[in-house]
């Protein structure tokens, strides 16, 4: 309140307002004038990265401008807000989608075309914003985009990572990872100095008993990181709304203890602290789908969650209300386990801090939470030693034994006797050391939980939450399928596309109302229609022909079938069974004779992905794929009929220009294993079809665009388990098509076989537990019916076009509505439009 400006004075402050660019001419001068004041540069010293500098600038005028009104008509509704907080948020470039739902993009085009670029060009220029790893940090992005586009009161929490994800190299076959050092210029983000928390490690705890006999618990010394707050403006499609994502750096406190040092002449201890701290938020760890257990990890998780809750009751307690109406003002949703700690965080401060009671503070937080669990693989599951916790954060460790106790006890009075029930769920597990299992927490610290897909939902009620079905009744656990932001992966990635659709819908209203598409049916007969979508799949896959020339130098034929299968490298997501079927229809062809091999479909296949940094049969598999296009590519028997492409550095910009150019994509997991997928979606929303296994999402794609326009292959999730256990205990042998394959392989065919013995080993010695060889030959079959398929490009288009039609369901609005009335209670605020 003391830094409003007085009533008098405000009438200066209205007359002077800015309102940002209006029209062409109003861009222009806006570049201009960033390129030689803000840049300090000049028309003779002006390339395209000063004219993406300056162009992101002349728009980020405007979005602050939105944002500033946005937050102002959300302090002063004192509505209820959700607090979105994940670790990843995999934004991509900023300046394409500000254009776009700003609604200004034309207006670029031109104004940059006066000034002498191509928007293109200048888009791209542009580094991603790459702090994720894949699925659920696309997720959280995609998100953001629908809380701001139906204008709901929202902000995402999260780190601001001076290193991003890798930049994936492939050097001689073999990924090498360069760090991505991304915030040399950043103009989307604004570092707020102000905004400061202090947050605390390591340290003990103090107990006293106060005049009522209460227990005042204190947690003392330890040290101390400030945490910066950085804010990231999310413009919402076709509405002023503008939400915020604040991001926590790590700086080292200034204070005592560098004064100390200071004093004593030890300024680079000094220095060394300072870049002790910093490193909290240095850089993002690489893995997905992958918990390593690391101490730097958890101060992360802990400086990031303490940050944001700190923030998030500073700003409840400016309403003066009472404690009991926090979650009618407040929700947060849990991004996976990573942000747990918040449970605890939350009823340390209600109880230590501002003193409630223990039950009273505990309704408070239960009514608050919802978790999103988002994979079932068990080495993803995030547990924390206890020792490493007692060090870290002491009085965490204490307020989880006690949540742990009550839980336990009402445990009990339901389920009297059940030890092993008891041990099942307990939040800590019994083992050497103990560990803290954070899924556990989420449970009994959310009112809601909810996996990211049908079969994923019915899967972690039915297996790893199992228990807690039981312990809390059914009502507590839900669904809420994934979506994806039909702005970014249809407007922004196929504008050819996006304006074809809105010429027959009649608007852009589709991009709003996803359930539009389905008007496009009504064309499917109709020729030129239809001409024009084939078309535009030919132009996106000649652009991705240009782009692997450029970067792989080799010549792809736009008219071959592209099959696509582009996502993090993982041994459930069974690259390896797409290279071993590439293999396959190799040697095929090489034993017909040069008639028949005629009749064969050409294909383009093309991976694309990136390894975790310490998975080495991920980094098998990447080698495997490029040994194998070397041989391929350069078979002069081959020529067009297959060529086998890997795409470095797979990304969020990348994959807008990759998408729109497939024909088919593979989605083709263990059953069971992957607990959405949203790329799935992304490809069936640009026209392209999909080979899958019945998993996660693909289920529903299939039961909205019918079965005929699939294709649907392998053992169902629901007969993994007696497989995995036949292949221990039973006879196991392997696919004879695969045992050719592997065959080739340790022939030499694709050059040294040892480097990737550890690949069919796994199938044919260890296991085989991602059931590559029992699903090799459905497979294979399924993969003939889609040459088949595409050769009948008639019945291909029609697929095409039927598909798009009813993917309606998969937009992230209606995922973000679903969340909003069955989780969180809350709703829209629309701002003004000015
Ligand atoms: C993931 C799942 O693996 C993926 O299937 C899902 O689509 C995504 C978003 O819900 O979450 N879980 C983890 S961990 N990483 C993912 O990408």
Known sequence: VEASIPEPQRKAWLEHQTHGFKDKDGFEKEVVRHVETTLARSLYNCDEQAAYSACSLAFRDRLILEWNRTQQRQTFADSKRVYYLSLEFLMGRALDNAMLNIGQKDVAKAGLADLGFRIEDVIEQEHDAALGNGGLGRLAACFLDSLASLNYPAWGYGLRYRYGIFKQEIIDGYQVEVPDYWLDFNPWEFPRHDVTVDIQFYGH??????????????????????????????????TPSTNNLRLWSSKAASGEFDFQKFNSGDYENSVADQQRAETISAVLYPNDNLDRGKELRLKQQYFWVAASLYDIVRRFKKSKRAWKEFPDQVAIQLNDTHPTLAVVELQRILVDLEGLDWEEAWNIVTSTFGYTNHTVLPEALEKWSVPLFQHL?????????????????????????????????????????????????????????????ELHSDLIKTTIFKDFVEVFGPDKFTNVTNGITPRRWLHQANPRLSELISSKTGSNNFLKDLTELAKIEHYKDDADFRKEWAEIKYANKVRLAKHIKNTTGVDVNPSALFDVQVKRIHEYKRQQMNIFGVIHRYLTLKSLSPEERKKFQPRVSIFGGKAAPGYWMAKQIIHLINAVGAVVNNDKDIGDLLK?????????????????????????????????????????LNGGLIIGTCDGANIEITREIGEQNIFLFGNLAEDVEDIRHNHTYGSHTVDPDLAKVFEAIEKGTFGEPNDFMGMISAVRDHGDFYLVSDDFHSYIETQELVDKAYRDQDGWITKSIESVARMGFFSSDRCINEYAEGIWNIEPLPIKEQ
Do not use: C
């Open 205 to 238: 705890v103090t107990k006293r008993t106060d005049d009522n006999g209460k227990t005042i618990a204190t947690w003392e010394g330890g040290e101390i990181v400030k945490a910066v707050a950085y804010d990231v403006p999310i413009p919402g499609y076709a």
């Open 644 to 684: 086998v492409i890997f795409l470095e550095d797979y990304n969020v910009s990348k994959a807008e220009m990759i998408i729109p150019a497939s024909d088919i994509s593979e989605h083709i997991s263990t059953a069971g294993t992957e607990a959405s997928g949203t790329s799935n979606m992304k490809f069936v």
């Open 393 to 453: 954060l002491p009085r965490h460790l204490q307020l989880i034994y006690d949540i742990n106790l009550f839980f336990l006890q009402s445990v009990e009075r339901k389920f009297p006797k059940d030890r092993d029930m008891l041990a099942r769920v307990s939040i800590i597990e019994e083992s050497q050391p103990k560990m803290i299992r954070m899924a556990h927490l989420a449970i009994v610290g959310s009112h809601k939980v909810n996996g990211v897909a």
